[in-house]
């Protein structure tokens, strides 16, 4: 990996930061943030521009550009990775670090008084620029929105923003037409006393309308924003792809409509003045509902006393709680990607000892056994394929430069996951092809009591996911160990594969309660810097759980796994699980059996079955 | 009991909140808080002026009166205390319940446009002014500092402000000369570059300086503020009680000291003017330390560039890590308060089939025993004597018209703690003196392995206090049982009972991680409304876990028991326990016999001891 060559893209980036083309007034600082428009995990090419003028593409990073300067704040997972990649022209502020300044800590010590900021305004969400905007300002600088976005004015071979086809989804999908959407999500404004609603993330969109798009790889997710009033529904969105005629009749634009169905299509680029327009027209006690995370562009166009902010939105929290029609389809998407990954671990447990199996290849294997399945439509993010001490790397995906070749001698540890159109899978194995020694399932044996612990764990109705995060650690931690992640995240259904408002994790965020119909992962780990990583990962459905009573008639919930692959038994210390736990297995790999087996004897994977029923055989506990 | 009568009250209250005497501009509205202006959770009788204005006494509560009304917040605790002791004048706000409005919007809702709400500056504290300010400038309103309180203008027959002599405490109590303190102060004042540390929480107070008094029942402080400068060190302080020898000798009033460490005293009500001059006189980047929780008064006397603001002060987190004379001195009175309740016990189980023994009397009788120890101060909170349905009541003070009499035929919980000179006690048993149903004992086991899961867990060195909430009630929610209650609460060192930055609870405060040294209790409890109450409560100190490897070297704590009393195994249901659980219970209890065995033996109480005998009978479970 050669570091990119900046000096002349930071030159040209000064130079317009002092155009009067672009900016009213020089800025002597210009921050790049991560994000989009719409406050994306996964962004398209085009909205890299973090990445192209600094070199760096890790998934998290903001740049910083001052007249002298150029600066890269980043966190641990990415030290390395931004080293190689950018050149002596910038600074690399490692995150987490005691010494690292925070920006605006060093944008004060940096610059001269009375500096101005710049930042594009549809990019840095709303509780950012306040923060920020209020830091500088005690310091005597100024934060300013610059409305062109300066990267894009030097980005000459930028690619276009992406306008693909939509897919719309049925009543069999998706559960809910999306007028009963809007229904009920005017009924959540009613009662909030709000008279707009204002749809910023690409998810919700998608869910509101039922509609799905390719405009960035593995969120099968549209660049669009909505507009909802009482009477009143607008879609902004560009491309001809309002004029197919499978979407024209789904959002029934030729129809004719109770007025406060009737979809106002409108360009995208259109949102802001749209939006200004709302602002103004608002009379006293009118409040216009946004995300907090909306960007401050958006955020702004509402005049203060009008805005009504929630950290999750109603169509956030309504998405997380799948119905039934979505429920069934995630069995149905599970139980398709098990078929995939029995195909695959038949395959690898046959070529691996041929020493011609890489990481790369057996991710290429994966994807090829999914595509086979029916309704399949891409991967639901970057395979992370890795084996002996790339496993350590929580975030790796494997590039030629680091392509290793599995083998007998090490652990693989497998995270991967599709979008099919009934939905959205993400499962993590962690296997050996030969013998592992004695620690390593020491090791594996915590995590996958753990992942038992999450599993099985009973709880009453409306606890929140990080109060169960010390049951996946409990085992670990007795012994010293640990590992450095959340244990789960929301699944959206033929969605984001990581979406809120729900969680299962130690750092205390603002997550909403768990309720019956969420859908989470359970993944807990152990990682071994240099030598191997252990990851263990269903998605599981929260579900109503019987118990002897029933304090306060609160009910109570557990989970059900919908990952149905089996757990790699040689990878097991039996004489480590207690009765209960050794149950939980066999229970577990009886079900994949009948499910998985089922399905695969069904689609004539006679070999795959084969390898199945000698990977579910129960465990025997010796007392 | 029943209502007190507050017609002429509110009468008086409503024309000093027009008379220019006591304000500028009429105030519309008037809010009683709890507090005292240290924002304590035990206040002095002096301090209860809402409790004078409408007759409820409880702990939380805020009043507030307007022209037309008078309405009473409190939560479910106290909705029928309130009830009884209020009369028709008040209007009971439920909190927690849906359609209670906030104090805010009910002020909207009431209030003429553009009114005005005062309150006792002193009294509300800083981030709670904040919050009410902003909501009822939104709507129209202002909130007014109102310098003279307005319920001491019609409090004829106040009680007077207690000024109570004071103790010192030598090194062999507290480990650390106040010079010491004093020193370490400034350094975390030097690494946060402030110039100035103001000290508002009476404990805090008393803790710096190694003093204890008597001025708050249950609670050894005295009223009194500092501020401590880089050179300068201002105590203010009433009475004549810096006229003690003692006190004079102990805080070097006489000696000739180097100036940085040479107290000025001054009078406790020339606080605010001090601090007034304080930040008059500061330069710009020079700051002053003050807790978020400060009064607004205090908080307001420094220009809000000049003030740096934390949730908890350097003082508050240095006296939570107890050093080695600390934690001696709580351990020796955790031995003493133990011989207490084996003679208690052991009296109970003699007297109770009398049927004489009243809730009353249980509690008076623990007293006495207590006052028997060494170095006995006083209670530190007031006795929890509740027996069948009162144990169910979580908060549950006996009192005549409740007193219930102790039998062989119901559950009895007993929530007691006392005051030393070398140490603070907090210690709940639960216990039957007959035969208890298995339905009780089955409840009462859930308990026991929920406080054996907290007590046994280990974590790793930095976990903060809630993620350990889970595992105490794991056990209950398997069976669909949970308590409204957290688990656990930071207790002092011949200070208050209940004191921060840490503890153990599901709900999300910012507590700070646990570390070697903090003193937490684990107190997890069933309570069936009509019934019976369960808790089992030990106090616990943090101290270094080995365990068989060290992920990332960060160390595990895990807790050492300080409590030392019988866990009464006739309440065990053994065969819901683990072996390790019946081990931790036999371990336990062998501990008990040693060290309390050994401590009754000294004291000469052979009773107590045959009494502890019995009761630590190693339980056996059947494989």
């Known amino acids: 990996m050669s570091p990119k060559i900046t000096t002349e893209l930071l030159k040209q980036l000064r130079q317009v930061m002092k155009s009067p083309k672009y900016v009213q007034e020089p800025v002597q600082a210009y921050i790049v943030p991560s994000g989009d428009a719409h406050q994306s995990e996964y962004i398209a090419p085009c909205d890299c521009r973090r990445a192209f003028i600094s070199g760096f593409d890790g998934s998290a990073g903001t740049a910083i550009v001052t007249e002298q300067h150029a600066a890269m704040w980043t966190d641990g997972r990415y030290f390395l990775q931004a080293a190689h990649q950018m050149d002596n022209n ?5 995150m987490g670090l005691k010494d690292t300044p925070t920006q605006e800590d060093w944008l004060v010590s940096v610059l001269p008084e009375g500096s101005k900021v710049g930042v594009d305004p549809f990019i840095i969400p709303a509780d950012q620029w306040k923060r920020m905007s209020k830091a500088l300002r005690s310091a005597g600088h100024d934060l ?4 062109e976005n300066l990267i894009d004015t030097i980005w000459t071979d ?8 939509l897919i719309t989804l049925d009543l069999s999908y998706t559960g809910l037409s999306w007028r009963d959407k809007i229904v009920a999500l005017r009924s959540k404004m009613a009662e909030r006393k709000v008279l707009w609603f204002v749809v910023t993330a690409l998810d919700e969109v998608a869910w509101l309308f039922n509609l799905r798009g390719s405009d960035v790889e593995y969120n099968p997710v549209f660049f669009a924003y909505a507009v909802i009033g009482m009477n009143t529904i607008r879609l902004f969105i560009d491309g001809d792809r309002m004029m197919d005629p499978a979407v024209r009749e789904h959002l029934q634009l030729d129809s004719t409509l109770e007025p406060e169905f009737k979809i106002q299509v409108m360009p995208y680029g259109s949102i802001l003045s749209e939006l200004q327009a709302v602002g103004a027209g608002l009379s006293p006690k009118e409040k216009v509902w946004l995300s907090d995370k909306a960007s401050y562009a958006l955020t702004e166009a509402i005049p203060k006393v009008y805005r009504y902010l929630t950290p999750y939105t109603p169509i956030c929290i309504a998405k997380a709680v799948k119905n ?14 098990a078929v995939a990954l029995c195909e695959l671990f038949n395959w690898l447990e046959k070529e691996v000892p041929k020493g011609t199996v890489t990481e790369i290849i ?3 294997k994966a994807e090829e056994f999914r595509s086979q399945q029916k309704d399949f439509v891409e991967l639901s993010f970057a395979t992370i394929s890795s084996t002996g001490p790339n496993g350590a790397i929580i975030h790796y995906k494997p590039v030629p430069e680091t392509n290793r070749t599995l ?8 995270d991967s996951g599709a979008q099919y159109k009934d939905g959205t899978t993400d499962v993590t194995r962690t296997v050996h ?4 020694s004695a620690y390593e399932k020491e090791c594996f044996t915590y995590v996958l009591k753990g992942h038992i612990a999450v599993s099985a764990a009973i709880f009453p109705n409306g606890t929140k996911g990080h109060l169960l995060d010390s049951f996946a650690r409990s085992a670990l931690w007795d012994c010293g160990l640990d590992y450095l992640h959340g244990t789960g995240h929301g699944v959206g259904s033929f969605l984001n594969v990581h979406e809120g408002p729900c969680g299962i994790s130690y750092k205390t965020f603002a997550d909403e309660p768990l309720e019956a119909g969420m859908i989470v992962s359970d993944e807990p780990g152990y990682y071994e810097d240099g030598s191997f990583g252990i990851r263990i990962e269903n998605v599981v459905l929260v579900i109503p759980a019987e118990t002897k009573y029933n304090f306060k008639n609160r009910g109570s919930l557990t989970f059900e796994p919908l990952t149905l692959v089996p757990i790699q038994t040689k990878m097991i210390d039996v004489n480590l699980l207690t009765q209960k736990e050794c149950n939980w297995v066999n229970d577990y790999h009886q079900k994949c059996r009948e499910v998985i087996g089922t399905e695969l004897e069904r689609q004539g994977r006679h070999e795959a079955l084969q390898w199945l029923i000698r990977e579910t055989e129960p465990l025997i506990r010796i007392q």
């Open 90 to 94: 910038w600074t690399l502020m490692k």
């Open 144 to 147: 300013v929105p610059v409305k």
């Open 158 to 165: 930028c690619p276009q923003r992406p306008c693909k086809p």
């Open 324 to 337: 039934a029609s979505e429920t069934e389809g995630m069995r149905r998407a599970h139980i398709k990607d």
């Open 362 to 364: 057996a991710a290429d």
């Open 407 to 414: 083998s007998v001698n090490e652990i693989y540890l497998l």
């Open 433 to 436: 092809f030969g013998t592992p």
